[in-house]
Nanobody, 121 residues
Framework: QVQLVESGGGLVQAGGSLRLSCAAS????????MGWYRQAPGKQRELVAG???????NYADSVKGRFTISRDNAKNTVYLQMNSLRPEDTAVYYC???????????????WGQGTQVTVSS
């Protein structure tokens, strides 16, 4: 079994910063892409940022220049540093990872439970 556990959400004023972490654990053979998604009330879940195992990153236009995604492959952990936060960044943030299990040898997409980020104006 594989688990993704997120931490670091909370309430922050506009212009502030937060750092989200997501640690993968369990029967992990390898991890390919990792990423962060978010879902605001009444809206669809959207990609915020993604990172490949080699470090190549991509970002939603709305967060470019403000958010930075990184990963520690030795710790099976992905991070999202969020600076210059805006009220429109308020959402539940979910981490996502493509993981190959050493038990099944299958590559599957796993999701974290979500962490709330609220930015007040």
């Amino acid at each position: 079994q594989v688990q993704l556990v997120e931490s670091g959400g909370g309430l922050v004023q506009a212009g502030g910063s937060l750092r989200l972490s997501c640690a993968a654990s369990g029967s992990i053979f390898s991890i390919n892409a990792m990423g962060w998604y978010r879902q605001a009330p009444g809206k669809q879940r959207e990609l915020v940022a993604g990172i490949l195992s080699g470090g190549i990153t991509n970002y939603a236009d709305s967060v470019k220049g403000r958010f930075t995604i990184s990963r520690d492959n030795a710790k099976n952990t992905v991070y999202l540093q969020m600076n210059s936060l805006r009220p429109e960044d308020t959402a539940v943030y979910y981490c996502n990872a493509e993981i190959r299990s050493y038990i099944t040898s299958k590559l599957r997409t796993h999701w974290g439970q979500g962490t709330q980020v609220t930015v007040s104006s």
